[in-house]
């Protein structure tokens, strides 16, 4: 195992995306659609590229699986993108990444999974951090806090999907169809509500495919040179990231009410990462 790369490339992965929701952020007046069109779309030519190049299928295996995430994983990201323009971005970020709570719930019920007796109390801390974010901090507007929960909701959808296809399809096959229906979906909507964007606006827009694309790789690099109790906790540096651009380029304003909220949620979620893998290890 090499940890020392593992870090490094979590680090280049986790500012890779937080760069990205600092320009969703920025991109205010535009429409959310029309964002998920120019993210999936400039993904694409990497994806394309990649499997084009390889001589891998297009199509897959088990096309209906393949599907299904893509329209889970658009409906996630359109509801994130939505939310990014009532909350704060660090606070956006840190109650998307509650997906993981909701995909062990939900694969409870969907895959037979158990959840053990320490994970519940992790899952009660994260959500423990919730509640003094929505209860104490009159800055979050509660439609946005709708739409994230939502988006966290059907992100944790995308893992029980991503469970069911296992090692199926090749990783890149699974992440060019969330692209093509992501594209296909905000193409039609956007149609609706087009804003047309103005100098710097389209380099931003094209720009969030290029981030997009190199944090995903740079996130898989790390967890093939070291194990996951060692990486994954490294991926809550994209919020501390975020939350830095949004005081120093939003000027946003987070109470101490809201950071102990945060600390929270990732506290919970970094002890249910951690135990897992000691469980997993014992087995």
Known sequence: MDVKSAIKFMLISTLAFACMNTIVKSLVHVNAFQIVFFRSISSLFFTFGFLLKNKIPLLGNNKKLLILRGLVGVTSMSLYFMSTKYLPIGTAVTLRYLAPIFASVLAMFLLNDRIKKWQWLFFAIAFFGVLIIKGFDAQINTYGLVLILGAAVFSGLVYVVLSKIGKSEHPV??????????????????????????????????????????????????????????????????????????????????????????????????????????MDKKQ
């Open 173 to 278: 096959v699974v992440v060019n169809y969330f692209m093509i229906i992501s594209t296909l979906v905000g193409a039609v909507f956007s149609v609706f509500n087009w804003t047309n964007p103005k100098g710097i606006e389209w380099v931003l827009l094209l720009s969030l495919g290029v981030f997009g694309y190199f944090g995903q790789v740079y996130m898989t690099k790390a967890f093939q040179v070291a194990s996951t109790s060692q990486v994954a906790p490294l991926k809550y540096l994209e919020v501390i990231f975020t939350v830095l651009f949004g005081v120093f380029i939003f000027a946003e304003v987070y109470t101490m009410w809201s950071l102990l909220g945060i600390a929270l949620i990732i506290t919970g979620l970094i002890l249910n990462v951690i135990y897992k893998a000691k």
